[in-house]
């Protein structure tokens, strides 16, 4: 949606009694409940490999050690 669009639609919004106003909000919620519901569900398995090239090359047990000693300041 364009800013100009979005802005004037804030505006009417403004202009509504406190009753319509909640009145839009628990229709906008009850909206954008059924459109969050029609996602699939998701994986953590789609995350599998991402990173990896990241520590290539790095060793990890050094990497962790130094995390570790870290913590004790």
Do not use: C, F, H
């Not at 628990?26 to 990896?52: C, D, H, Y």
């Amino acid at each position: 949606m364009p800013e100009a669009n979005y802005n004037q639609v804030i505006s009417e919004i403004k202009t509504l009694k406190l009753s319509d106003q909640l009145r839009l909000l628990e229709e906008m919620a009850t909206l954008i409940r059924k459109g969050a519901s029609k996602q699939a569900p998701r994986s953590i398995l789609e995350i599998k490999g991402k990173g990896k090239d990241i520590w290539k090359g790095l060793n990890v047990k050094a990497y962790i050690d130094e995390e570790r000693s870290s913590w004790n300041g």
